[in-house]
C-alpha cells in the first residue's frame, strides 16, 4: 500500500493559465474523490469517479474545471484560465467501495499571482 | 443535505492533559462518521471511523469517538495529550446505507488544537 501519490505538490501560476494535477490512487481503489480545501476552511467536495466513469459532479465544478480518469487509474484535474479565488489546496482520495474510509493524498497547493 | 458543526476553532490543553472536541451533524439517516487529522502542508489521515454497532469506536493514537444517535453527535476524546497531536482535527459524515451514490463526505470547519508544554 504506496497512498495515494499526488503530483505536483505545490503549483505557482499566473491569472489566466492552465493547471493540470494528477493523482494516483491505492491500487485496488476503485473510487477516486476530489476536493478543494481553503484556508481555514474543511475540504470540499469537487467530483467522484468509480473506475472510469465521473459519477457525480458538485456546483463547486464550474466549466472551467474538467477532471477525467480514463483508464480507470490515474486521474487528472485542469483548471482552464485560473482565477485568483482558484488558489486553494486540491486533495485527492481514493476507497474501496461506498462507505469505506476515504485515504487521502498530501494536496496539491496552488497559488495564483 | 448534509452538515458538520465542529463548534471550536481552536483548542488549547497542556500536554498530558484530556481532550474532546466536539462534532454535530445533520443527516436524515444512518451516517458514516469520520475523524480526520491534518498536519500543516499535509493531507488528511484517517483516525477513526463509524459505521454501525458499538457507539465507542477507538482509533488510531489512542483516540476514541462516541456516537450519540440522540444528540446528533460524534465527539472525539483522548485521556491524555502528547506535544504531537498539535494539529487540525476534521469530523465528516458521509451518507450511510446503500444510497447508489458516491458517499462524498461533507467535512466541518476543523478544530486547531494547540498543545502547551
Known amino acids: 500500500d504506496t497512498g495515494v501519490s499526488q503530483d505536483p505538490r505545490h503549483k505557482i501560476t499566473k491569472r489566466g493559465q492552465n493547471v493540470t494535477f494528477r493523482c494516483d490512487p491505492i491500487s485496488e481503489h476503485n473510487r477516486l474523490y476530489w476536493y478543494r480545501q481553503t484556508l481555514g476552511q474543511g475540504p470540499e467536495f469537487l467530483t467522484y469517479?468509480?473506475?472510469?466513469?465521473?459519477?457525480?459532479k458538485s456546483r463547486l465544478l464550474s466549466d472551467r474545471f474538467s477532471a477525467e480518469r480514463p483508464k480507470g487509474s490515474f486521474s487528472t484535474l485542469e483548471i482552464q484560465r485560473t482565477e485568483q479565488g482558484d488558489s486553494a489546496m486540491y486533495l485527492c482520495?481514493?476507497?474501496?467501495?461506498?462507505?469505506?474510509?476515504?485515504?487521502f493524498g498530501d494536496g496539491t497547493r496552488l497559488s495564483i499571482l | 443535505a448534509q452538515s458538520v458543526t465542529q463548534p471550536d476553532i481552536h483548542i488549547t490543553v497542556s500536554e498530558g492533559a484530556s481532550l474532546e472536541l466536539r462534532c454535530n451533524y445533520s443527516?436524515?439517516?444512518?451516517?458514516?462518521l469520520f475523524w480526520y487529522v491534518q498536519s500543516p502542508g499535509q493531507g488528511l489521515q484517517l483516525l477513526l471511523k463509524y459505521f454501525s454497532g458499538d457507539t465507542l469506536v477507538q482509533g488510531i493514537k489512542g483516540f476514541e469517538a462516541e456516537f450519540k444517535r440522540s444528540q446528533s453527535s460524534f465527539n472525539l476524546r483522548k485521556p491524555s495529550v502528547h506535544w504531537s497531536d498539535a494539529a487540525e482535527y476534521f469530523c465528516a459524515v458521509g451518507a450511510g446505507g446503500f444510497t447508489g451514490g458516491g458517499n462524498k463526505l461533507t467535512f466541518g470547519t476543523g478544530t486547531q488544537l494547540k498543545v502547551e508544554l
Open positions: 482520495a481514493s476507497s474501496t467501495q461506498q462507505g469505506q474510509p476515504q485515504h
Open positions: 443527516y436524515g439517516a444512518t451516517p458514516y
Open positions: 469517479f468509480q473506475n472510469e466513469a465521473q459519477l457525480e
